[in-house]
Each structure stands twice: as structure tokens, then as C-alpha cells.
């Protein structure tokens, strides 16, 4: 999602058109004061959010309840010379389920620090998930969002396009794995199996209708949330169309 206030309104006919009991999303770029509160409270749902700037920025809505928000995760690293926490973690109980809205770290170039960053951001986050299902293996959590790896071949449109390129890297991929075995479960891809399932676009170079995509969008999920998907697909057609957000919605449907 780019700017939330630009696409509200697309936001809104979405909610209308998927009936999603929860939504997370990332890439406000506006602060707390600018958020469009009005398109989920008049439909019903709950909403936290947090933006600092015209960057970043995370929310979820819920109509399921919404409780227990916490911004950011413990030991999640800064960037930059103050070491400032960015917008990138926002996570609440939704109907019994600990749900994350994430956007890692883009990484930029293999030799930029916002690299070495997004590691250390994905490492923090491995490590909390991992404490989180030691404490308690029957716990249900799913971390939704923007994570910028792709961590298979067939998850970008040509391999070859990537040559030393972020995103496709092996220590991001080794970064990716070590969250599924902490213990998540890439929930969407066992009924959105590739090649060609894409969940996002770049706006330039007519990569949309070339059908040129990245899946780097994920709802990673622990076993005993897993266990309870029933289907899923990528919502390509919201990716299409005047102000549409070179991101397409991953929607899972669980059970109980």
C-alpha cells in the first residue's frame, strides 16, 4: 500500500467488496494526526496505526475485536545515526489471534547499511517469534505484510533481472527461512502455487501488464493458526485500475 490517504476510498470498496473480518496494512507515509480513522470506524471496524512521517507507517482493522496493541517488537533494531525506530511494526489481538502488520526493510543495494539493517531487522524478528513460541507452542499468531524477499526463484518474473540484486540475496532468504523454522508457515502459497503468483508490480516500466511481479507479500503463520487456513489467494484485481497500489492483497481465509 502507498499512502493510505491517496487510496482510502479504494481501501473502503475493498473492505466492502471482501468482507475481511482483519486488514493489515503497510506504507501509510503519513503521521498518527493524517490517518483516515473515518473509513473503518463507519464500517464497523477497530484501528491501530503508527506513522511518524510521510515514510513507512503500519495499521490493522479489525471488526473481530482489537486489543493489546504494541508498536515494534522487542530489541527491533534502528536505522540511521540516532539508531530511531522507523514505522514498521504494529501488532494487536484480533478474535484470539496475535496478528502482526509488518514492512521490513527494503535493503536498497547488497553493499547499502539499510542492507545490513534489514538483516538485523529480520533476525529481531525471528528471535521474537522463536521466544514467543517457546512460551507458548499453542499460541495463534500470523505476521502479515511487505517483507521485500523473495524467497524462491520462481517468486520473481526472471532470475536473471536480479543478478546482485537485493530481495533475491541468499542471506535475505536465509533471513526468510529461519522464520519458518522458527516455526511459521507461508500459509498462501499451498493454494497460490508459482510460477507467475505475483503480489507485487513496480509501477515503472509497464511491469503490470508485462505480468513482471515479486511475490514479497506473506501472512507467515504459527502451527496452530496454520492449521486452520482453508484457502487463500492474491486479490490481483485490486492491483489493477486508476490509484491502485502496486501491492495486491494476500487473503487468507481460517477457520473457527
Request: with cysteine; hydrophobic share 45%; charged share 25%.
Given at each position: 500500500m502507498n499512502s493510505i490517504r491517496a487510496r482510502a476510498e479504494r481501501i473502503g470498496a475493498w473492505l466492502d467488496r471482501s468482507d475481511a473480518d482483519v486488514?493489515?496494512?503497510?506504507?501509510?507515509?503519513?503521521?498518527?494526526?493524517?490517518?483516515?480513522?473515518?473509513?473503518?470506524?463507519?464500517?464497523?471496524?477497530?484501528?491501530?496505526?503508527?506513522?511518524?512521517?510521510?515514510?513507512?507507517?503500519?495499521?490493522?482493522?479489525?471488526?473481530?475485536?482489537?486489543?493489546?496493541?504494541?508498536?515494534?517488537f522487542p530489541d527491533v533494531p534502528g536505522f540511521g545515526d540516532q539508531d530511531d525506530v522507523e514505522a514498521r511494526a504494529i501488532s494487536a489481538d484480533c478474535g484470539g489471534v496475535r496478528v502482526h502488520s509488518l514492512y521490513v526493510p527494503n535493503g536498497?543495494?547488497?553493499?547499502?547499511?539499510?542492507?545490513?539493517?534489514?538483516?538485523?531487522?529480520?533476525e529481531a524478528l525471528r528471535a521474537e517469534v522463536s521466544r514467543t513460541l517457546a512460551a507458548d507452542a499453542g499460541t495463534r499468531l500470523v505476521l502479515c505484510g511487505?517483507?521485500?524477499?523473495?524467497?524462491?526463484?520462481?517468486?520473481?518474473?526472471?532470475?536473471?533481472e536480479f543478478d546482485g540484486a537485493t530481495h533475491v540475496s541468499e542471506p535475505e532468504r536465509t533471513a526468510f527461512a529461519?522464520?519458518?523454522?522458527?516455526?511459521?508457515?507461508d500459509v498462501a502459497r499451498p493454494f497460490t502455487p508459482g510460477?507467475?503468483?505475483?503480489?507485487?508490480?513496480?509501477?515503472?516500466?509497464?511491469?503490470?501488464?508485462?505480468?513482471?511481479?515479486?511475490?514479497?507479500?506473506?501472512?507467515?503463520?504459527?502451527?496452530?493458526?496454520?492449521?486452520?487456513?482453508?484457502?487463500?489467494?492474491?486479490?490481483?484485481?485490486e492491483r489493477k485500475g486508476k490509484g491502485a497500489s502496486d501491492h495486491a492483497p494476500v487473503v487468507v481465509d481460517y477457520s473457527g
Open positions: 486488514l493489515a496494512i503497510q506504507e501509510l507515509k503519513c503521521r498518527d494526526d493524517q490517518f483516515p480513522a473515518q473509513v473503518f470506524s463507519e464500517r464497523g471496524y477497530e484501528v491501530a496505526f503508527h506513522g511518524l512521517n510521510q515514510w513507512n507507517g503500519v495499521a490493522i482493522a479489525s471488526r473481530v475485536g482489537l486489543a493489546d496493541v504494541e508498536i515494534g536498497r543495494e547488497l553493499d547499502h547499511p539499510h542492507y545490513t539493517y534489514k538483516l538485523a531487522w529480520l511487505d517483507f521485500n524477499v523473495a524467497p524462491e526463484d520462481d517468486d520473481v518474473w526472471d532470475m536473471a529461519a522464520l519458518l523454522d522458527a516455526g511459521l508457515t510460477p507467475g503468483v505475483y503480489t507485487f508490480w513496480d509501477y515503472q516500466k509497464l511491469r503490470f501488464p508485462k505480468k513482471q511481479g515479486m511475490r514479497i507479500d506473506f501472512q507467515l503463520a504459527s502451527p496452530a493458526l496454520a492449521e486452520r487456513a482453508e484457502d487463500a489467494f492474491v486479490d490481483r484485481e
